[in-house]
């Protein structure tokens, strides 16, 4: 309470307190650069003006905080409620309101690298968007006219792709696009490199990346518009960036992943030599498999031919005329055997014939007496006033009687 002892005290208004207690701040160099841990809580992150508005808070008090676009625009990670950061920044009293507050020059996560940290939440994001799926994958052709490389002319990769091109697949034909591959400069570069290329449609497969580096360095590859330039690409891409151990963004949404530029080379077109090696074993297993199939429409023509000698005209033919020899052979052979016994029989016959032939009893010294056309069987029939004939084997004779 006022005595009058006290000196009189100065009537200030809020605006003159607000001013002094700032420029108390302002003009305190402990307060101008400090280095505040916190975690983030009631973030707004206005995107029409690019201002961050949030509240950095511990177990026991909270500060607000602002970080303008200017700043805001250089960071790699988004920042998220509940996140530790580390921020930097200087101390002062916002003179509306009175209320002292950070404003934050640069913020780094706490425990982990804003790099990775802002890779990791790209990735989630665009992996959210369906960008690395892999039914959008374009498969790469079998053997493509052209190749198109998007790296640094001045780089070791672009020497490694162009020897390996040219060595595995001499006919290939190579379109060199230039670009930075590290830096702010390079990703709208490798982004035009992108669309001008897969828009001229002169390429069957595009190559894009760099030799290794830091994660600063192939930084220019995780870009979100480069992604999406890559995704949209109707030309298969192949994405070669660092070592096999490294991986951007343009890795994930790419047609296919080679772990260094060389490999991508090799992923990109065939080895002539295997060409070579295949086509002859190809033209070996063609040239068996013709063998075999003539052998068997061979075999088949043989036993249709077979069949056509067997049921055509010609063979029923022969058929008739090997039936006519066969009952012609059959049948000479009946007459033949019925000839045999006739003449069997008729030999018989004959002999018996023979044997009851008068004439054959007449050889052998005997006479026929005939008289008056009878047989003369002995000598008491012959009547001895006539005469009578004799008959020999070789003649007949007259003869009469002389006596008894």
Known sequence: MYTPNMPKPTVLSVSQLNRYLKSVLDNDPRL???????????????????HIYLSLKDERSVIRAVMFAGNARRLRFRPQDGMKVLCRGRVTVYEPTGQYQLYIEDMQPDGVGALALAFDQLKQRLAAQGLFDSAHKKPLPRFPKTVGVITSPTGAAVQDIRNILFRRYPCI??????????????????????RRLDKSRLCDVIIIGRGGGSMEDLWAFNDEGLAHAVYQCRTPVISAVGHETDFTICDFVSDMRAPTPSAAAELAVPDLRDLKSYYRSQRQYLSGLMENRLRRFSNRHLQLQRRI??????????????????????LKQIMDKKNSIEELKLKKTAAKLESLNPLSVLSRGFTLTEQDGKIIPNAAALDKEKEFTLTFCDGTVTAKATGE
Not at 43 to 49: A, E, F, G, Q, V
Not at 309 to 330: C, E, I
């Open 309 to 330: 000698d067997l049921s055509g005209p010609q063979a029923k033919t022969r058929r008739m005329v090997d039936r006519y020899h066969f009952y012609a052979r059959h």
């Open 32 to 50: 101008n650069i400090i280095l505040l841990s916190g975690e983030i809580s009631n973030l707004t992150d206005h995107y029409r003006s690019g």
């Open 173 to 194: 034909h190579v379109i060199m696009c230039p670009v930075l591959v590290q830096g702010d400069g390079a990703p709208p570069q490798l982004i035009d490199a992108v």
